[in-house]
């Protein structure tokens, strides 16, 4: 038992010793926080667990009963989050029922909030890039979705990059309109961006800051009343980054922020109607939310993403470090995750294998570089791969077994980072091409050869392939992957704050991060033709001719005493 407490004791150890070189170096939350934080990295335990609550029209309210989360390092209850029954949704769909189908600003109705936006996040990009700030946000994701400090930093890091993005000005130009000439004097057409009004958001556990901030963020720029639900078992996360916008100027009544089942959540979304809803998680989930709300649905869902290494072999110690990243680093726990790697023959005698063997062995749980999986257990991760091991010439080149001297409770996974070769030909058999493309939200990957002529058969094995989320690839033409990576320097998991990351080929699919983004998700197309006729457009030539006056001669005159009576002369016709 003692070694089995080990590595887990020591992830712990080196969490709670690392932030306490920075951020914690001691335990009282109230000198060693951020003074919006209602908690201390380092000092969530079972002895002394966390509490979120929901907030709903403008207040922080408990439920009727408490969801207590399991610290995925030991198993302990070390986090406590108000569970709203579905009996308590009433609050929440009465609070979406109050936003106008117009939203909470449009460009003809309370523009200033464009502003109001720009400026909190302003305020909001300044407190996060403060080292201690940043730090303190990078440690509670390790807590709850176990990642290496890189990794955790790495997200913050383009957290506070997007919110510089959207900084100032940068909000009401997400709001740019256009006009086109009409068909007759007086006649315009001019199209707006548009809020939905009431939308929902819904995010998964691997990214517990970047994925609901950025979306959050992007619904609120365009107008619209959110209501967000975050995975409980990380929803601590985005608890305490609304605090910190609550405290640079966020309306509370703007955002309403639930915790609950699947179930619940369901039914709050049957009855609250939300004119949109955005959804990141899996492709089960995703097609059932799909049918419920009619298609009012915007989804970036699971994929099994897949790389393409040419002819030309160079760089093999950087490309070997990229696919290990690619598929290991956070756990394997990235919807873009490299799931397969189709290398060409000319690969199998440089060394790639045995280098990214031996990038992969490195990883070990004490650092989190290796850690628990929370979607998959250990148990079906290794019948997986017993699957695998039964087709004609695949074998396990590294992995393929459970981490040891760990802690890791039983719901969840601990494997080795694991890779296994499957052959070409065997993988594109009817009865081996869904098992082999299944996706496995864990350390996990498939590898396979090809030949030259073969690449006509790799091409049409992505085509077949279900999920078009990310790619590195050396043939774009004849791929529909959204975020896709060519080159030498390609990867999969390339999720940065500028450039657009998201899903193709799908009418329902949402992107994250960037404007483009932002105006596709968050808001749809309004066209208004003004048809004032010849008549009254002499009247407005009037007016406008009337101004001009008044400007010129209010420029001709040195003091302010006769401008009024100058400017209401009347105009000889």
């Not at 004791?9 to 934080?37: E, Q």
């Not at 979705?145 to 959207?166: C, D, H, I, R, W």
């Amino acid at each position: 038992m003692h070694g089995k407490m080990r590595a887990g004791a020591a992830a712990l150890t080196f969490l709670r010793s690392s932030a306490s070189s920075s951020l914690f170096r001691v335990s009282s939350r109230s000198l060693h926080s951020p003074a919006f934080a209602t908690v201390t990295a380092a000092d969530i335990s079972a002895s002394q667990p966390a509490e979120v609550r929901n907030l709903v029209q403008g207040e922080w309210k408990a439920s009727s009963s408490w969801n207590w989360i399991v610290d995925p390092l030991n198993g302990e209850h070390f986090i406590k989050v108000a569970d709203v029954q579905e009996t308590e949704i009433k609050p929440f769909v009465d609070s979406l029922h109050k936003c106008p189908k117009y939203g909470l600003h449009n460009p003809f109705r309370s523009p200033e909030r464009y502003i109001l936006y720009g400026d909190i996040t302003t305020k909001a990009a300044h407190i996060l890039a403060q080292p201690e700030v940043s730090d303190f946000f990078a440690r509670l994701i390790q807590r709850v979705s176990p990642k290496s400090y890189m990794q955790a930093q790495g997200e913050v890091y383009v957290t506070q990059k997007f919110l510089e993005n959207f900084s100032g000005d940068q909000v009401r130009f997400l709001a740019r309109s256009f006009s086109v000439p009409g068909n007759h004097l007086g006649q315009q057409s001019h199209g707006f961006r548009w809020p939905y009004g009431p939308v929902a958001i819904i995010t998964p556990f691997n990214f517990p800051l970047e994925i609901p901030l950025l979306q959050l963020m992007g619904a609120l720029y365009m107008g619209n009343k959110p209501i967000l639900k975050v995975d409980s078992k990380v929803s601590i996360v985005m608890e305490q980054m609304l605090r910190l916008l609550h405290s640079c100027g966020l309306p509370k009544e703007d955002v309403d922020f639930i915790n609950s089942d699947g179930k619940a959540m369901n039914k709050l979304l049957m009855e609250a109607k939300p004119s949109m809803t955005l959804f990141t998680g899996s492709s089960r989930v995703a097609e059932k939310l799909a049918l419920d709300l009619k298609g009012r649905i915007k989804l970036e869902d699971a994929g099994f993403d897949w790389k393409i290494l040419g002819p030309d072999v160079q760089e093999v110690d950087y490309i070997s470090w990229v696919c290990d990243q690619d598929a290991y680093a956070c756990s394997g726990q990235k919807c873009s995750a490299q799931s397969i790697l189709f290398a060409h023959e000319n690969w199998s005698s440089s060394g790639l294998l045995s280098k990214m063997k031996f990038l992969a062995e490195r990883r070990k749980l004490e650092d989190l570089t290796i850690g628990p999986v929370l979607t998959v257990t250990t148990e079906s991760m290794l019948e997986h791969i017993d699957k695998l091991l039964q087709i004609p010439g695949s074998k396990l080149l590294f992995g393929g077994r459970p981490l040891e001297n760990h802690s890791i409770p039983n719901i969840y996974g601990a494997l080795k980072p694991t890779a296994l070769f499957v052959p070409l030909s065997e993988i594109m058999k009817e009865k081996n091409f869904q098992l082999v493309t299944k996706e496995i939200f864990g350390p996990f990957q498939i590898i396979t050869e090809y030949k030259h002529d073969q690449l006509p058969i790799v091409l049409d094995a992505c085509e077949r392939m279900h999920a078009h989320l990310t790619a590195a690839v050396e043939v774009i033409g004849k791929s529909v992957n959204g975020t896709t990576y060519a080159g030498m320097r390609a990867r999969t998991t390339g999720a940065p704050q500028n450039h657009w990351f998201g899903p193709a080929g799908d009418p329902r699919g949402a992107g994250i991060g960037t404007p483009e983004a932002i105006k596709l998700v968050w808001s749809c197309h309004r066209e208004i033709i003004y048809d004032v006729g010849p008549d009254q457009m002499v009247y407005l030539l009037k007016q406008k001719l009337r101004a001009s006056r008044c400007a010129q001669i209010f420029s001709d005159i040195n003091s302010d005493g006769d401008v009024g009576i100058a400017c209401s002369s009347p105009i000889k016709r």
